[in-house]
């Protein structure tokens, strides 16, 4: 096996137990993070209801905790069932009884058409070969009018390569993870292609960045878009 093959591997068994570590520790680190959660969530306050809510790449489950909008059911997905362990344990009981989690593969889910009305992909898009053909697949799970909520860094922009170096490049590299070749691996697509296929999809959706409110990818570190799905042309 190959030394760089056996890197991926080690790293994706780590995955589950390294994340929020690696994300959510240091003080600057977290503060970006949870910045980034609350950029998508901003849309939508407590006069919002969405009875039935998908998240797709929910990983350790962190951005629930951001949602502010009411909810009946919030469905929690991920490829990896130890992450979703996790998410487990960290939710505890809050939400009891209105959250679910199961394991599904983002690019191409189990449920039947119109069935959610939000749909939530939080630092989720990047990391799918033919996003293209995942976000069919997303429009078809949710109902007519449905919205469709993406977060996704604005790697590789400036800001975001440089906050990426100070960051969490030296925190994973101190766990021994070879973050280079690693993040090779996981951000299959860049922020400016992904905004290009999310724009000739969904034309008119509400776009937001952060932390500056400029249409810039070399300003910024996250972007965030909301398009409401219209299946009545079809």
Known sequence: MHSEDKAWIEYREKF???YDESNYTSPLQSFVMRASHKLVESAYGKASHFESVLEVGAGTGEHVNFVRHAF????LTDMDQKTLEVAKIKIGKRHEGRLKFETQAGNDLSYGDNTF??????????HIYQPHLALKEWRRVLKNGGVLSILI????????RLGRH????????AQGIAYDYVMA????NSCNNLIAILRHYFPGAKESWW???????DLNLFFAFHAI??????
């Open 16 to 18: 589950s137990e390294i």
């Open 72 to 75: 009946d059911q919030y469905t």
């Open 117 to 126: 009305d939000r749909l939530i992909a939080s630092h989720v898009l990047e």
């Open 153 to 160: 860094p604005t790697d590789p922009g400036l800001a975001w």
């Open 166 to 173: 100070l960051g969490p490049r030296k925190n994973a590299i």
């Open 185 to 188: 691996r996981e951000h299959v």
């Open 211 to 217: 932390p500056l409110p400029v249409p810039s990818i």
């Open 229 to 234: 799905v219209n299946k009545r042309e079809e």
